[in-house]
């Protein structure tokens, strides 16, 4: 039966998976800057028996042929890390200063070169072919995907679905989770320049205190989500970083910065919401006599998983896990690159728990603590493995 093969194989090589993991976690590099990353890729899959081809730079991609004529289905990874300082005293924490792979890429490429393993080992079962994809830029604006998306990485063979994988620390480790139709959210970048006249902290009756017309700008764009955006629809509006330019206890700056991010899940609200943010940064600060200049960066769309894919998908990781171990997902107003995938061809996006509470692996992605329990991998490389195999059976 290829599902104890697929078990015994995955279980066979995860020491060997965990290491990969250890070696990428302890040299991270940040979004298209995974030169070594991508060299300990292609290294890996050349022991394998697989051609690895650059794309984009510092991306990978191979082929796995099967036995059997069939179609093409695709696995992708993310290489790249984040700009954290890791706060770890594990063994295979981070040597590189202020780098972290602190959203699991790490994992995710560990885990698929376990998969890469598994399926070489088992092509003569195969019925069609697998592409593997390395995808750099997942964490930074334009995204990867879009990248190699547009350098063909799609095509010379056409794909014709694609999975990915992320680890959830949300989910204890042993299960994984999947959702149908809509799952995470697009993201647009929102920078806002608000211009006024500085002077004395004591006398601000010559001034126009782009502070107070800053937080004034704040407090009204709140009013986007809460009376202009349809109930129905989610939608996420967050500012992470104000700073005046000059400012001091008793000096009024001329100027203050205002950084922030717009989620949601539709593409004719997303347009109008921003459309809303620049009008009402705008007419605010007209009113105190001040100046908005809004820059707003438009970044990944939505993510929708084909819903008669990923019921398929589903129903195999059941048969790989059992059923207790497959969980359903809520919607996420995260965003990811992999959304550009699911815009051309079906795809399904799932998660793979990495939580233990017992070890004290708790801590949310995109901190300075995060960890996975690497027993995850396991199961990381193997269903990854399981869900191609029965995709390719299934087409």
């Not at 320049?193 to 700008?217: S, W």
Request: aromatic content about 8%; some cysteine.
């Amino acid at each position: 039966m290829i599902k104890q093969r697929v078990f015994e194989l995955s279980k066979s090589i995860k020491q060997e998976v965990i290491q990969h993991r250890q070696k990428i976690h302890q040299n991270p590099e940040l979004s298209f800057q995974e030169f070594q990353t991508a060299d300990y890729v292609e290294n890996y899959l050349k022991s394998l028996g697989l051609v690895p081809n650059r794309i984009s730079s510092t991306g990978v991609w191979a082929m796995i042929e099967g036995s059997r004529s069939g179609k093409t289905v695709a696995l992708r990874a993310d290489l790249d890390a984040l700009p954290i300082k890791e706060n770890s005293n594990k063994n295979y924490a981070s040597k590189n200063e202020g780098v972290m792979h602190a959203c699991g890429h790490d994992a995710h490429t560990a885990s698929l070169l376990g998969a890469a393993k598994i399926l070489v080992n088992l092509k003569d079962e195969l019925k069609g072919q697998v592409k593997l994809i390395f995808q750099p830029g997942e964490e930074k604006f334009p995204g990867g995907a879009s990248l190699l998306i547009k350098e063909g990485v799609l095509e010379n063979p056409k794909v014709d679905c694609i999975i990915g994988q992320h680890v959830m620390p949300l989910i204890n480790r042993g299960n994984v989770g999947f959702r149908k139709g809509l799952y995470m959210a697009s993201t647009d970048e929102i920078y806002i320049k608000v211009i006024g006249k500085g002077g004395h902290g004591a006398m601000p009756q010559f001034c126009v205190d782009p502070v107070m017309v800053a937080a004034t700008i704040l407090v009204n764009l709140q009013q986007i989500v809460s009376r202009k955006a349809p109930p129905i629809i989610p939608t996420v509006l967050s500012f992470g970083k104000i700073e005046s330019k000059g400012g001091a206890t008793n000096i009024i700056p001329n100027e203050v910065n205002i950084e922030g991010t717009l989620r949601t899940l539709n593409e004719e609200w997303r347009a109008k919401a921003k459309e809303h943010i620049v009008d009402i940064a705008r007419q605010t600060a007209e009113s105190f006599g001040a100046k908005a200049i809004v820059d707003i960066k438009k970044g990944y769309p939505f993510l929708k998983n084909d819903d008669q894919f990923t019921d398929k998908l589903k129903i195999s990781a059941q048969e790989y896990l059992g059923e207790e171990q497959v969980e359903d997902l809520d919607i996420w107003m995260a965003a990811e690159d992999f959304s550009y995938y699911s815009q051309e061809i079906p795809a399904c996006f799932y998660r793979l728990g990495t939580r233990n509470e017992s070890k004290g692996i708790v801590n949310s992605v995109h901190t300075d603590s995060f960890d996975i329990d690497e027993d995850a991998l396991e199961i990381g490389s193997g269903l990854m493995a399981y869900l191609a195999i029965m995709t390719l059976e299934q087409q």
